[in-house]
């Protein structure tokens, strides 16, 4: 997560200027950027620490995969999705989740950066930004499997590059329901508000799959 100090000059033409944005009226551009700051180091704070007890909690499990994060979780915190008046004087501040970006790449560096400890690669993802580092890995003579996730009822693939598909050794795909439902590990530290949607998607899908008449 960065902290966009580039943005400060530009404040009073990407937020104050914008009435829609800012339902608090005779809010400072001293008092915005406090409240960017905090939202922006409450995000920090939230990420990193659950970022760290969840990989810790999952890598204590097992010695057999090395768990390891790439890319980038970005905010906005000038791009304000609510600011309103609270009941203790202050203002009820949220910038904007962009989300996390760079993952591809990071992880296509990695496969390449440790080609030398390992003989196949196993991709967990259909995205065309990986056939440069498959093209790589097959070129020093390394097998690359490829699995992705097929969603909803019936299961479908909904992001799967046929150029990846066509270059890979081995391709095969995981159902969702089979996959949440049967090979998830609850106890690994996942956050409780993951684990409610997560419950909540298998409860859509078991509905989807039954007969029309079942209650």
């Known amino acids: 997560m960065w902290w966009p100090g580039s943005q400060r000059r530009r404040l009073p033409n990407t937020v104050l200027s914008v009435p829609s944005k800012l339902t608090v009226p005779n809010i400072t551009e001293d008092q915005v950027r406090d409240l960017a700051k905090d939202w922006h180091a409450k995000q920090h704070a939230w990420f990193y620490g659950s970022r760290r007890q969840m990989f810790e909690e999952i890598q204590r499990r ?89 969603k909803g009822v019936p299961p479908s693939i909904r992001y799967l590059s046929p150029w990846l598909k066509g270059i890979v050794d081995v391709f095969g795909y995981f159902d969702e329901l089979t996959l949440l439902g049967s090979y998830l590990d609850r106890n690994s530290g996942i956050p409780p508000a993951i684990i409610k949607e997560i419950d909540a998607r298998i409860a859509s899908l078991q509905q989807a799959i039954k007969p029309p008449d079942t209650p």
Do not use: H, W
Request: negative net charge.
């Open 62 to 150: 097992t010695d057999f995969l090395e768990f390891k994060f790439v890319g980038q979780f970005r905010v906005e915190p000038f791009t304000v999705r609510r600011c309103v008046a609270d009941n203790t004087g202050g203002y009820d501040y949220q910038g904007t989740q962009v989300g996390e970006k760079g993952v591809d790449i990071g992880i296509a560096v990695d496969m390449i950066a440790k080609m030398a400890n390992y003989d196949v690669a196993i991709i967990v993802s259909g995205d065309a930004d990986f056939v440069p580092a498959v093209c790589y890995l097959k070129d020093n003579l390394r097998g690359v499997y490829q699995f992705s996730v097929a």
